[in-house]
């Protein structure tokens, strides 16, 4: 397991090094630049090749990538352009925010998906099963965009949920680890504590959407493949109980893709961040990505795109130790 | 079973547990907001902003976002009065200049201290001016944008400054009299001595805090802790907190302000998205925001709420690139432009209320603005006629417009420029259109490159000068328009060089005549933002020049 993993750390190096390269060719190939987006309304052509110039914007491309691969090496990504701080700081800031959200949707996809999955395959054909089909492909077909405005101008009022934001505003609720409800739970803040995930339900269903109808439409597909499976006539042949057949045989075995979409969502899930954190103004890396792109914020930027690569591959090498543990057969090849 | 029985009896448990957790929580969220809303004597306003602030410094900002807060920490030497672009004073009880408008005398109000205890006198005044001029470093200089427009240039010119210094020097006479002697007259002052990038901070605060220290590394900046964590000012507020995760800015009330304020906090909450900020008006999380849009007007008033409509300091205007297209060098086709497009019935159907067409490139609340213009009221046979005399019927023109962008003079591009492209093909001309993202490269385009033949844009005002606007379009050859015409340029150079005053104020009308006979665009409207605030709010003031100051505000 240990030269597994050390293999795929090794790998991930230059996957991150093209992907960084990508990232820095990608961002200077867009038209508009930073200067003008930083010098606003009043910015002429002349103010904008200055500040350009001063930036080092002007100098030739692989320059500048020599020089931001230097210093990001050492850890230093810069400021950024439109708050002025640190942009290490900025994600040590709101990552807490993105992982409460992300985590809230993942297990809301995975507590109704699965089962939701299940069910559908169990009672294949009938008026469940179709339910589940059709709401599912309303799942992955309606925008999350879209699916947040309808539920801030339809939901939000009449359940007593707040539309937007992370914390009611002026709410003094202590900052340890920016993870809200942690922090309120550490502090007896309670009323921090429901505050926030009042604040989180809306667009933790948002953006669970998504995972939630892949889930369910995986783990259905998956559980009709077990259970025309050899192993489960035999294990019904046996004698055993449903509740064992269904819990140890088909759900174990039906897991697995399931894992992987679970691992492979989670990697989405930031993309589907960007979108929600926007509209749910709920203060992320999202949040911070979107309005990177909207300023031309470069070391903004780069930093989000990077530590977004390094997540995804990290995410990818916890499904691929997670199958080992569901499927032996893994591990041995 | 029995395993059975217990797991459901758990589970019962488990749900009575949340249950009860559930009801207590909301308990307590109700006690500790019933506490809050009887506790403080002035109350807490929480303003919904469209976008973060980038620092406090004053004097290295340039947006309106950042202005907007800091206005509210520092105090200019004048002020506009609220709701007018007029001077009022502010910490000059008195100015006065010269007769060559070389040397700018300003009398102090006396006992007036910085919210740190020192003393805000003409030795603190002369300290920022010298600041500002001595400020070192490329990185510092060319944040420094609004310095840089209005004194030229700086003790040693670094980065993107260059030019003759308008500044010379600053003498404190005595602890309330300040002199600012300069280089040559400048027609910019006194208004452009109202920008909040020339607000007086704290000499005490700046030099422990190290505000000069403005380094670059890379694409970025990097500021002192004065400018993210120490502002000192002596404006109604008190800087209080940033708090980058709630995007929320937390000013209290300075007692020692010569204008203190009536609330005792005052927050601005971070909220990018226009609709998101309704939301939070409506749900009553905030009690006020900028930028609502025209569309929403009725639907707010209808909520309660109160939209505060601003008198117009900008310009909508139709840019017309001469270089890009021979034949627009023909005034006679610019004319026909400016007689065929329906103004009247544009900002009637697809501007805010308040609106006005525009009849020249100066708002009426400008000094310079006059009525006595030639006027090109709509008339497409005359439009039709001015076309065929100038042998252009069958012109087309390329015509460029911003997308995904919302200006206060142009809340939207896309309908701004179906309006009147429609209008223009009515005449018989064809229109080829271009859509660019404001971002995405629209200015460089039109500015830089000068590859429109017709164009989208316009401008807010900073200060109340003329020159800030028709100096700014048509001060000297530009690729936005493609023309070279030195009688303007030299009249335009003279007008702003003339000291302020009447003498100033005719300069500017008689450059705005010349403007609208020569026509080098097509002025189409003077819209008017507004800002919304929530029933319980009173005593805000709408500015067209978004000055407003909060220390007149209650919250019942």
């Known amino acids: ?333 | 079973m029995q395993q059975l029985r217990l797991t459901r009896t758990r589970r019962v448990a488990l749900i009575g547990l949340a249950g009860a957790l559930a009801v207590s929580l909301s308990a307590c969220a109700q006690s500790k907001r019933d506490e809050g809303a009887g506790g403080g004597t002035g109350g807490t306003m929480i303003f919904g902003a469209a976008g973060n602030p980038k620092m406090f410094d004053p004097a290295f900002n340039d947006e309106g976002e950042t202005f907007r807060i800091t206005r509210q920490i520092y105090d200019t030497l004048i002020q506009n009065k609220p709701g007018t672009a007029d001077l009022e004073p502010s910490l000059a009880e008195k100015w006065e200049s010269s007769n060559d408008g070389k040397t700018w005398t300003f009398t102090l109000k006396s006992g007036v201290k910085f919210s740190d205890g020192t003393p805000m006198d003409a030795t603190a005044v002369c300290f920022n001016f010298d600041r500002w001029y001595n400020m070192k470093g490329a990185a510092a200089q060319s944040q420094m944008i609004y310095y840089g427009d209005v004194f030229e240039g700086f003790a040693k010119n670094e980065g993107d400054a260059t030019g003759d210094p308008v500044y010379k020097s600053c003498e404190a006479k005595d602890p309330t009299t300040a002199v600012l002697n300069l280089n040559k007259a400048k027609g910019a002052f006194p208004a452009a001595f109202t920008l909040p990038s020339f607000a007086i901070s704290s000499p005490a605060a700046l030099k422990q805090y190290n505000a000069d220290t403005v380094t670059q590394s890379g694409d970025s900046f990097t500021y002192s802790d004065y400018a993210n964590k120490h502002p000192v000012g002596t404006g109604p507020f008190k800087f209080e907190s940033w708090d980058q995760a709630k995007g929320e800015i937390t000013l209290v009330r300075n007692d020692t302000s010569p204008s203190p304020a009536k609330l005792d906090k005052l927050i601005f909450k971070v909220i990018p998205d226009e609709n998101a900020r309704k939301q939070a008006l409506k749900a009553g999380d905030i009690n006020g925001y900028d930028y609502p849009s025209p569309a929403d007007y009725g639907l707010l008033r209808n909520d309660g709420e109160q939209v505060l409509i601003r008198p117009s300091f900008n310009v909508l205007y139709l840019g017309i690139n001469q270089a890009n297209n021979p034949k627009l060098k023909d005034v006679k086709v610019r004319q026909a432009l400016a007689y065929g497009i329906n103004r009247e019935q544009f900002v009637k159907s697809k501007l805010a209320e308040g609106s006005e067409v525009a009849t020249e490139f100066v708002p009426k609340v400008i000094s310079g603005y006059t009525d006595d213009v030639t006027k090109y009221p709509y008339d497409p046979e005359k439009a039709k006629q001015l076309l065929q005399q100038a042998g252009a019927t069958d012109l087309t023109l390329k015509f460029y417009y911003p997308t995904e962008v919302s200006r206060p003079y142009m809340p939207n591009p896309a309908d701004t420029f179906t309006a009147i492209s429609e209008d223009l093909k009515k005449i018989g001309i064809k229109i080829e259109a271009h859509a660019e993202p404001w971002n995405g490269g629209y200015k460089d385009d039109v500015q830089k490159a000068g590859k429109q033949d017709l164009h989208l844009l316009g401008w807010t005002g900073d200060y109340n000068d003329a020159g800030n606007f028709v100096g700014t379009f048509f001060g000297r050859e530009k690729k936005e328009f493609g023309f070279s015409n030195p009688q303007l340029f030299s009249a335009l150079s003279a007008a702003d060089a003339s000291p302020a005053g009447d003498a100033h104020a005719k300069a500017y009308q008689e450059v705005n005549k010349q403007i609208m006979d020569y026509l080098p665009a097509v002025p189409i409207a003077y819209p008017t933002p507004a800002i919304v605030v929530g029933p319980k709010v009173k005593g805000l003031v709408a500015s067209p020049l978004t000055d407003e100051r909060f220390n007149t505000v209650t919250v019942s």
């Open chain 1, 1 to 333: 397991m240990l030269r597994f993993l050390v293999r795929r750390l090794l790998q991930a190096i230059p996957t991150l090094f093209i992907l960084s390269i990508l990232v820095f060719a990608w961002l200077r190939s867009l038209p508009g630049g930073p200067a003008a987006a930083l010098l606003g309304d009043k910015a002429t052509p002349e103010k904008i090749a200055n500040l350009n110039h001063v930036l080092g914007l002007d100098q030739p491309i692989f320059i500048q990538y020599f020089g931001f691969l230097g210093r990001a090496i050492t850890g230093n990504f810069g400021n950024s352009l439109v708050s002025t701080q640190p942009v290490m700081g900025e994600i040590a800031t709101f990552l807490p925010a993105t992982i409460e959200l992300g985590m809230s949707a993942m297990i809301i996809a995975v507590v109704l998906g699965i089962p939701a999955g299940y069910l559908s395959a169990r009672f294949r054909g009938g008026p469940v099963d179709n339910v589940i089909i059709v709401l599912s492909l309303i799942g992955v077909a309606v925008p999350v965009f879209f699916l947040g405005y309808m539920m801030q101008d339809i939901l939000a009022a009449p359940l007593g949920l707040p539309s937007q934001g992370r914390q009611a505003a002026g709410l003094d609720a202590t900052a340890i680890t920016n993870f809200a409800i942690l922090d309120g739970i550490m502090t007896s803040e309670w009323d921090a504590v429901w505050d926030a995930i009042k604040h989180l339900i809306l667009p933790a269903f948002a953006l669970a959407t998504i995972p939630l109808a892949v889930i369910t439409r995986i783990t259905r597909a998956s559980v009709l493949d077990v259970l025309n499976e050899d192993f489960i006539r035999t294990a019904n042949s046996k004698g055993l109980t449903q509740q064992v057949v269904r819990t140890r045989h088909v759900l174990r075995n039906g897991l697995l893709p399931v894992v992987t979409t679970i691992g492979l969502q989670t990697g989405a899930l930031l993309g589907g961040a960007v979108l929600t954190e926007r509209v749910f103004n709920f203060r992320g890396l999202g949040f911070l990505l979107a309005e990177g792109i909207e300023r031309r914020d470069y070391p903004r930027l780069q930093a989000l795109l990077l530590f977004g690569a390094v997540v995804y591959v990290l995410v990818n090498m916890l499904v691929d130790i997670s199958y080992g543990i569901i499927d032996p057969r893994v591990r041995v090849r």
